[in-house]
């Protein structure tokens, strides 16, 4: 046997044949000082793309729905957004009511009131404190980052590679680049990852009582923070835990088993006093947020998704090295060795573990075929574990190239490991200071390559870019202020953008959940009127525009060789859902008639109709083609008593009361927007008690021109 000394680390390498212990089996090499270094700067810099970033970037899709969310918690004590409550309660129609719970929302509000952008009973929707609470995302993401590299430090006895593992989870883009913001993954990934270091803390037979009890804290913290925002996480995080405490038993520590199970019952106590109106009754909490999060919005997916979006997603190395992790952890659990007393067998415990943070729910996933969406955000609770299989796998091939080393002093033979590890960790983190800060942007060379040809022959295989839009607020000082804004606008089926988006009738400009309102002081000073024949689209993360649509401008940012779009803003002619062949449109709180609806419309199942919110809001629709007379129009509901109508633009006489309203439209109004298209102007002078149900077309007499 040959002995190898790097710094502080002895490296036993074995060049014959010797006993096999847990020990050695698990035994690495000192990392190579230059790879070390790689990891080093490329940690520096994934900090500081997310640290930049998350002050620079813009409001992404979830982050503004839990707004909302945590609003009404404020308010109700339910986690919800305003279209699920009936009352201060959920709704019966409520199917995902524990699907989120305010765990990290709290926390950040928490750290926005120390930064004077929230106060204790609100919630800002500003510009600065979606920038504040994206700083406490970072910091959320940075105990992932610090829990990994602990984890490495125990399983590897290296501080050198677990320098690299920290190195590595940052130069995972899906990873930084949701560090910035994600107010749902980024916690939960942290928090799995804190459970599992402290259940390698609690197995390890060479810790102190006290070691154990601080274990036994960062089981606490994870399951609080990682359960807290997303209760169905809880069964990977159980079986987890099932598994320490199966080899605790087995190696009689009874203490430490009833400190095992003492930590999620003080986690289950802090959850109920966190949420009461969920947790007090743990069972369905834990049960239905399971189930729901398994099969959410009731559809599903495809076997295929996930392994499509691991090549797609991830770069290729860091792929590859974690397949290669894995494998030799398997192999080495497989292996069966002879092992000494005292009890080695926690290693192989812990490497469990990682594999079952790794691979547990996504197989699981796989196998359901549940209903994943978005990449592999949902699944950012296995960047950590990829990370540490990674560092197993280039501390092997380091081990590997050290002994080949000893037989054949080859100079070539000695650089590989370095120059792959550096290679697989300094690219993708390239590429992110190409993408900045939309690092979630990435997309592998395979993918690349393929995604355009792909794309050319069907428009639904894109490989989307900026999906989040946290570029809108790069693209704000290009969005004129003349006209309906519209963000993420549907596409019809003649490639054409429609005036509506799919989470919001709302002007995108003033829309809460909408991605431009917390920035439309940035957006140039209105000039001139807006053309009541077009409205303005903002669409990110595809290079699609429609076809009824001119191109106003576009943030791009390039990509391995190619610059590719990340958000766009552009005028459009405006399309209207064409009126039924009765003249009849019926609105209802399940989203019945809601495409003919623009402007500040509220819908909830608990309330006829829907609601006009503000003082005024629009109804579109489009007349067949071919000729027609002046309209007839008859609208139904509540609070109709001194409401005002206009058409086109121009003011109608009414006539009615509070559950009804007639006008005549005539051809000369009908005419004012071309193409058969009316916009009706609804406005009240009290807002939010007008509840329109119903709305009746019909064609006038031939009048005399």
Known sequence: MTSAVTGPDRVEVADAPAPVTSSTRWSVPAPPRGLVLVAGVALGVGIAIAVSGAWRTGVSWDETYHVVRMRNYLEHGWYLLDQDLDGPGPG?????????????????????????????????????????????????????????????????????????????????????????????????????????????????????????????????????LAVGTRPGIWPGLALAGGVVLLVLVLRRQWRRAAVLLAAPALALGILVALYPAAFSTPLTALVEGALASANYDGKQGAWYYLPLFLVIELPTLLLVLGGVGATIVVRRLAARPARGPGGEVWHEAAWSLVLLQAFALPTIAVLRQSNLYTGLRQLLFAAPALAMLVTLALAALVRWR???????????????????????????????????????????????????????????????????????????????????????????????????????????????????????????????????????????????????????????????????????????????????????????????????????????????????????????FALPAGSTPGLSLSLSGTGLAGAFLAANGAPLAVLGDDVSLRAEMSPAVLSLLGAGRVVLTLSTPTPGALRLTDLHVAPLPEVAP
């Open 92 to 224: 019966a129609w409520v199917e995902q009511r524990y699907v989120y719970a305010p765990a990290t929302m709290g926390l950040l509000h928490a750290w926005s009131m120390l930064w004077g952008v929230d106060s204790p009973g609100t919630v800002a929707a500003t510009d600065q404190a979606y920038a504040v609470r994206h700083l406490g995302v970072v910091l959320i993401s940075l105990l992932g980052v610090a829990a990994t590299a602990t984890l490495v430090r125990l399983l590897l006895r290296s501080w050198g590679w677990a320098l690299i593992a920290a190195g590595v989870l940052v130069a995972v883009p899906t990873w930084t680049g949701h560090a910035m913001f994600n107010v749902k993954d980024v916690p939960v990934a942290s928090g799995y990852t804190l459970v599992t270091l402290g259940l390698v803390v609690v197995l390890r037979v060479d810790r102190r009582e006290g070691w154990v009890a601080a274990g036994a804290a960062t089981i606490v913290a994870g399951l609080v």
């Open 402 to 620: 050290a002994a080949a080393a000893a037989r054949d002093t080859a100079p070539r033979r000695r650089g590989l490991a370095p120059v792959l590890g550096a290679a697989a960790i300094a690219v993708p983190v390239l590429v992110q200071v190409q993408l900045f800060p939309y690092s979630y942007a990435f997309s592998s060379i395979p993918a690349a390559v393929v995604s355009p040809i792909a794309a050319a022959h069907d428009r639904d295989l894109e490989v989307q870019t900026d999906y989040w839009r946290t570029s809108v607020r790069e693209l704000a000082p290009s969005v004129p202020r003349a006209g309906f804004v519209t963000c993420t606008p549907q596409i019809d089926a003649d490639e054409r953008f429609l005036p509506r988006s799919s989470e919001s009738r709302e002007d995108c400009s003033v829309d809460l959940i909408g991605p431009l309102a917390p920035y439309d002081a940035l957006r140039p000073a209105e000039v001139g009127d807006p053309d009541p024949r077009r409205f303005v689209a903002v669409d990110a993360g595809s290079a699609f525009i429609g076809s009824n649509c001119d191109v106003l401008d576009q943030v791009t940012r390039r990509l391995w060789w190619r610059e590719v779009p990340m958000s766009t803003v552009a005028r459009c002619d405006l399309v209207l859902e064409p009126l039924p062949g009765d003249g009849r449109v019926s609105f209802d709180g399940d989203g019945t008639g809601a495409d003919y609806l623009r402007g500040s419309w509220g819908m909830n199942q608990a309330l006829p109709g829907a609601g006009l919110e503000a003082r005024s809001s629009e109804i579109g």
